[in-house]
């Protein structure tokens, strides 16, 4: 559009200055987001993988899964009824381990799978542990930054039980910690030393690609010793000890953000129109159509909007690779689309005040200066 954009060459001092906050307001909303998905990640991308399963909880638990605790009995009964390739036994337990010969702690979780359904995590180094060995196993490769590599040795401080690091995954975190993956010989082996028999065993969930409503279906008319609920993975997520607190913060500081940035913009194009009411006055007695003064405006706007946006990006990028290894951060392609879409519905908004100012101006009196 000619006449938007010699207005932006005529007055650049002033479209900068707005171009600026825009872009700054854009870099702030990404890079909170970023901040969000990346902590959303570090505290359960481990369980988040199993997207597709239900999980059936101890229903004392308040469906958070660290503190359910399901007998041998109640699982035995359960997968009795679900079928034993419809139920996986899912374990997990917090603790602390050591590198041999280090005194240095580390905080670790510990995952353990039956092997009655397949969930191997995938490899980004190394090898898988042998089905049978008590020994080796896979960790999630962040804990790099704590000083174990491949091939080193591990103490766990609770069982006093040694393993060897054979393989590294990726996002593989829970409770912003780094998980290990045990076999069953391991977790019986972990149990016994804990003063656990096979009988005496506690389990977190048993999980099953069944829908919620046809496991509670299933699971409704079992004679069991504990109480238990299935949940949703959704669900379990959102109980983990400070998730939503986590995410609640932050989704409002990117909601306010979208507030102030409404007002700006909103402010911004009704104040530059309203001082363009004689120009608009004149161009309208010249013959010139409202129509081609609204969708300059329009044009304006997005162009200004794309350039700052663009600008943003190209902050946010630079940012992710100046920032600390271990700080979570992660921007989706879905959370950048998202976001860009917001933005341009904001602007849309922002000036549909203006474009009522454009459409109301009345020739005779905007000269007149009335």
Request: zero cysteines; charged letters at 15%.
């Amino acid at each position: 559009m000619y006449l938007a954009w010699k207005e932006i060459r005529r007055s650049k001092g002033r479209f900068f200055f707005m171009m600026v906050i825009i872009a700054l307001l854009a870099y702030l909303v990404f890079f909170v987001s970023g901040l969000a998905n990346g902590l959303s990640k570090d505290n359960a991308s481990a369980i988040e993988k199993y997207s597709n399963e239900t999980f059936i909880l101890q229903k004392d638990a308040d469906q958070r899964i660290s503190r359910s605790a399901l007998s041998t009995d109640t699982v035995d009964r359960l997968r009795d009824k679900l079928g034993s390739g419809n139920a996986t036994i899912l374990n997990i337990l917090n603790t602390t381990v050591n590198r041999s010969g280090k005194q240095e702690k580390i905080d670790l979780t510990l995952f353990s799978l039956d092997a009655g359904r397949s969930f191997r995590p995938s490899l980004t180094a190394g090898k898988y542990p042998a089905n049978h060995s008590t020994v080796d196993l896979i960790i999630d490769q962040s804990i790099e930054r704590s000083g174990i590599h491949l091939h080193d040795t591990i103490k766990d401080q609770q069982s006093g039980l040694t393993f060897k690091v054979v393989g590294f995954t990726k996002n593989a975190t829970f409770s912003h910690m780094p998980v290990a993956y045990l076999n069953q010989n391991q977790w019986a082996l972990l149990m016994n030393k804990d003063g656990f028999s096979a009988d005496q065993a506690v389990h977190s969930a048993v999980m099953t690609p069944f829908s919620v409503q046809k496991t509670n279906r299933l699971i409704h008319h079992i004679d069991l010793e504990q109480t238990v609920t299935s949940v949703s993975l959704a669900h379990v997520v959102e109980s983990l000890p400070g998730y939503s607190e986590e995410q609640g913060s932050l989704d409002m500081m990117i909601s306010f953000l979208f507030i102030i940035s409404v007002f700006i913009l909103g402010v911004f194009f009704y104040i530059i129109t309203a001082q363009k009411d004689i120009q608009f006055g004149i161009l309208k007695a010249i013959g010139t159509d409202t129509g081609y003064l609204v969708r300059s405006l329009i044009f304006q706007t997005l162009m200004m909007l794309l350039i700052s946006l663009a600008v943003s990006l190209l902050l946010t990028y630079l940012t992710t690779i100046i920032l600390p290894s271990g700080m979570p951060f992660s921007l989706a392609p879905g959370t950048i689309t998202g976001r860009l879409a917001g933005f341009i519905g904001i602007s849309i908004v922002s000036i549909l005040l203006s474009i009522r100012q454009v459409i109301k101006v009345n020739a005779l009196k905007a000269i007149e200066g009335r």
